[in-house]
Every structure is written in C-alpha cells, then in structure tokens.
C-alpha cells in the first residue's frame, strides 16, 4: 500500500477562517474575586489536573465568556519530581535512567542527549558503528513519539479506530525495541562513550519489516480514515493559530515551531552524530494551526522512515565494529579482564564507587527531540556527580506560550490544541 | 578579564561580534568544547540581552534556555545562565551573569522574549533569584505553599515538605 501524497492537502474543501478578534484578549492572571464589572458576565473554570484531557499533570484555569476562552492561566508542576536534585546526587552513569523518565514517549533520544553531553565533556569521538544504531534507534523513537501523540489526539477528538491502528504499531515497536534494550519503556540504553549491548542483523531485519509493513499500512489507513473527514477538519484546521514571530519569541522548537512555517530542525543547521551523511527533508506548515502541527508530524515519520532506510545497509556494513571507545575514564572493562587482573578490577570499581569524572567545565548539548530541542546544560566540577544538570525541556517552554493558541478559542478546542502540542508530563515537570 | 581554557586561541566570529557589542560590560569569556560564552554585569541583562538580538549578524531571537547555577563558596553566589539562539544564522550563545545572595537580582528580559516569563519563574521557584521587571513572579513547579528553594545548594534533598500525610486506605489497624 503507498502512502498518501505528502503534498499539504489544504484544498480539502471548506475554507479557511482564521478566530476573528483574538488579538484583543491578553495574557493575566485569574482573581475570581477582583471588583471587575466584565467579571459578572463571565465564567472561571478549572480544568485538570485531574482531567484525562490535561494528562493528569496540568492545570488550566479559564476564565469564560460563554464558550469562548477570554483569559487562561495555565499551572504545571503536578509531576515535578526534582530531575536536577536528584541527578546532583548521582553518578553521572546513575542518572541515565532518570533521562528515560522526561520524555517517556522517546525514552533513547533523552539518553542519547545525555550521554553525549558527557561525551562532549569528555571530548571523545564514539566509534562510527555506534553512532548509526543511536541515530537508528533516535529515528525509531521519533517514530512511537509522533504515533503516541498523534494517537492520542485523534483519540481525544472520538477518532478511535486511528488511535487503535497507531498504538498497535508502536508497541509492536516497543516491544521490538525490548529485545535490544531490555526494557520497553525504560530503556536506559546508552552508555557514557557507547551502548549497553550490540545489534544484530536478525533485529534490523524485524525493525524494517515493522516499518515497511506495519507501519506504512498504518498510516496509509490514518490517512483515509482522516484526511476527508469533515469533523477531523473542522476541529483542526483555523483552531490554536500560532503566528511565526510569536512562536519564535515563545522558543518553540520541533515539530510545532516547523508548523508555523519556520523550518529549523537541529538534525538539519547543526547535524550532530552523522546527520549529515543522510538524507531527508523537513517538512513544515503553512499556517501555524492544529492541522499543520498534526500535517508535520505525519510527514515526519515519514521522514524517519526514509532515514531508518538509508541507516539499515550503513548498519549492517559496519557489523563487528566495536560500539564503544575504548576509554579507561568511561567504559567499563570487559567482565573477564575484572576477573583476572588487578588494574581491570581496580578500574570497574572506581568507575562505580567514584563515577565517570569529566573534566572542569560546562557545556550545552541539543537534540531533535520527538516534540522539539532537547537540551543538556552540565556543569561539571571535576567530580564524579554532576555539579549542575538542567534539561531544557521542549514541552514546558510550549506550554508556557500556549494561552497564545488557547485565548479567543472555544473550550472545546483545548483538546486538539493541547493535544497537538503534544505536552509529555514527565519533561514538562521534570 | 579572563579567558578560560578550552585550547581555542581564535575565537569565532560569532563571540568577537558580541564582545565588541558589549564592550565595557565584560568580565570574561570562553569557548570551553566549542560553545561560546561571555559573562556580562548583570545590571546590563537587559540592554546587552536586547543588543544582542537586535544587532544584525547576531540576531539572538529565541531564548533557549534560562538557568541558575549555585556556588555557595563564592562571593556572588548564582549565576544566571541565558542560552541564545539565532533563527536566522543558526548559532548560539551562552551568556552569564553573577549575583550575591543579599541583593538575588537582576532584570528580567520578558520585554525581549515570551519564553523568558516561564524560564524566570522557573529560576524563582528553584534558586529564589529576583527577576526585576517581570510581571508575574510567582512559584510554578512548587506550590505558593513550598518554603525555600529546592535546587540551592544548602537545601537537602530529603527535606520534604508534604501538604498531607500519605493515606493507607484502611489497610492499616491506625486507620481505623
């Protein structure tokens, strides 16, 4: 089955009407008990965090007139789990797993991130082999995070037959990407300078049937089932408008920043492990709305797609290379050196007891994340915890500039909006 | 000034041009592993910060990042670290800036960018760093509730402050 032109299908029929006045309303803070005369003909209500809208971790405060948002104020913060505490009091290896835990719909781009900040620290190269099977499996992870949300919001607007189609894809992928990893959600995959375990040429083949087969059938389905719907449209297009300039001084990045028209992708301006040697496009928007947002993201997997593509026979050339550097100041030593000499052993138990020390000095790393940059700011003071450990978080910056999308809307149109912004509770709170 | 390690004897274009922008207002700069860096007064956040945006081959119009390093040692203990990016030619800049713990302030750049407003108040709520200007300085991950500031140095991670007890749901004899 072909998947459906990617060629932006605005002229579905209908026309596009942009919210009429919505410049008129501002940002401001809700005090339902202010002396306000306007205060009288309106209506303040809370949505969430216990709502299955609001993912269970956000608070949003309306402030109504009839049925149209007039004022918003939005709370996060009900999943904060203190990420940069606790990675102050780890190893810099202890703190992989708490990576897994920010962005849980691509929990190996995260790692990748975070290893590769260290990794800069360091100021090591890791071998090419290990380079294609993280950008292999970042695009694979892409993929499940872009199936998740785009699932996840058809589903939120009664399109239940798409949201079935897409998470049976991404768990066949999950699960797939268990027999390499160990974990389906948690995976922990990456090592400071390389990988915890090796891929085989019997697991490409799988992952490439899953996206061959699987998966272009899934989208070729979504598709149909979508694309001419009426309500699908009605719902999405004209609704949660974002102008570029505003995106831009809001920081939105990915795939909701590329829906408002601006085409940046990290992976394209700035490649980072071999980006450069493959080769895909970057889709992006027209008009900044809910349509475009999910319109990028479908094209993206598509996208991924064609990366994973041109990895797979990269892959498999480099078969029997090594995965990790050979670094006594990361990597741990092989099982039967510890065993059997005193320097191995002496080694393995300072890299656990001690850490992983980079040396002195900060540094900032990016990633395409699967809903925009991922960044890693590490301080570093020579030790083996990290001094400092932000993550800038994609999500939360997004929702620190969604009012823009959600005042002069209708209260139904939180849900796609929020939906197509795709908000992970786990990075938004850290 | 200073200049830190890093091996790089030549620096780019990219931190020339924004030395001599903000000429007078430098304490130092660097370019550990490439990412160049410049540490500004802090009284000058706003004008440099909106300097910088403005100046033509620099163009820093999206704030990435807003942060807050704590080094209780020092004389000015935080520093406020803003990561800039430009749309336009794709490059980055990290600038920094350093204020005591009896006066934690320095002005806010919310004029300049929309993102600043939730990244200063993220900086508030963990570092209880005073962002001057900004409009609605107000905790966001904690809850108004929370006394302190959880990502100082001095503050122990298992100092929980929980507004309830945890509930057992009847499993226990105490609950009666």
């Known amino acids: 089955m072909s998947i459906p032109t990617s060629e932006y299908p605005y002229d579905v029929g209908g026309e596009f009407v942009p919210i009429p006045g919505r410049d008129k309303y501002v940002l401001h803070r809700i005090y339902p008990d202010e002396e306000d005369e306007d205060l009288a003909n309106r209506t303040v ?4 965090p216990s709502h299955p809208a609001m993912h269970g971790t956000i608070k949003i405060i309306g402030e109504l007139d009839g049925e149209t948002i007039v004022g918003v104020d939005v709370h996060p913060g009900y999943l904060h789990r203190g990420f940069a505490k606790e990675c102050e009091a780890h190893t810099y290896h202890q703190c992989i797993p708490y990576t897994d835990r920010l962005n849980y719909c691509s929990p190996l781009i995260n790692n990748f991130c975070w290893v590769e900040a260290i990794e800069k620290l360091f100021d090591v190269e890791v071998p090419r082999r290990c380079n294609l099977i993280r950008m292999y499996l970042a695009e694979y992870s892409r993929i499940t995070d872009h199936l998740t949300c785009l699932g996840a919001a058809l589903m939120e607007l009664g399109a239940l037959t798409p949201f079935l189609y897409m998470i049976e894809v991404r768990d066949w992928m999950w699960e797939h990407i268990c ?20 891929v085989d040429d019997a697991w490409l083949d799988r992952a490439m049937q899953i996206l061959e087969e699987n998966l272009k059938v899934c989208l070729g389905r979504v598709h149909g089932l979508v694309q001419h719907n009426r309500i699908f449209l009605d719902r999405m297009r004209g609704i949660g408008l974002m102008k570029a300039a505003d995106a831009i001084s809001y920081g939105y990045t990915g795939p909701v920043l590329r829906g408002c028209g601006v085409g940046l992708d990290v992976r394209k301006y700035a490649p980072y492990e071999l980006y450069d040697e493959v080769e895909f496009d970057v889709p992006i928007g027209k008009y900044g709305d809910n349509y475009d947002r999910y319109f990028v993201r479908m094209r993206e997997i598509e996208e991924s797609l064609k990366i994973c593509r041109q990895l797979d026979p990269m892959i498999r050339a480099t078969n029997g290379q090594e995965i990790t550097v050979d670094d006594s100041r ?32 900060e540094t900032y790393l990016a990633h395409e994340g699967g809903n925009g940059e991922l960044g890693f700011y590490i301080v570093s003071d020579g030790t083996g915890f990290p001094y400092r450990a932000r993550c800038r978080p994609p999500s939360f910056i997004h929702m620190g500039g969604i009012h823009l999308q959600l005042l002069g809307s209708q209260v139904a149109d939180i849900v796609p909006i929020f939906g197509q912004i795709n908000m992970i509770g786990g990075e938004c709170d850290r | 000034m200073t200049t830190a390690d890093g091996g790089t004897d030549k620096l780019s274009p990219v931190l020339e041009a924004a030395l001599s922008l903000l000429e007078g207002q430098v304490t130092g700069y660097h370019a550990f592993r490439g990412d160049d860096t410049v540490l500004v007064k802090a009284s000058h956040r706003l004008e440099g910060t909106r300097a910088l945006k403005d100046a033509e081959g620099l163009a820093f119009d999206l704030l990435m990042d807003t942060t807050v390093v704590d080094w209780p040692d020092d004389d000015e203990r935080f ?3 803003d990561h800039l990016f430009s749309t336009k030619h794709h490059h980055r800049l990290r600038v920094k800036y350093r204020v005591t713990e009896e006066d934690p302030s320095i002005p806010s750049i919310t004029p300049l960018y929309g993102s600043a407003n939730w990244m200063e108040r993220e900086a508030w709520d963990m570092f209880g760093v005073k962002f001057a200007g900004h409009p609605d300085l107000r905790r966001i991950l904690l809850y108004e509730e929370f006394e302190g500031f959880p990502l100082r140095k001095d503050y122990d991670k298992l100092d929980a402050q929980p507004l309830f007890e945890p509930r057992y749901h009847g499993t226990r004899e105490s609950d009666g």
């Open chain 1, 45 to 48: 209500i809370n949505i969430g």
């Open chain 1, 179 to 198: 027999h390499v990893t160990g974990a389906r959600l948690t995976q922990t995959y990456a090592r400071i300078g390389g990988l915890a375990r090796d």
């Open chain 1, 330 to 361: 990361m990597t741990l030593p092989p099982k039967s050196e510890v065993y059997s000499n005193i320097e191995a052993l002496m080694n393995h138990f300072k890299l656990i007891m001690e850490g992983t020390r980079p040396p002195k000095g």
């Open chain 2, 79 to 81: 520093e406020v670290v």
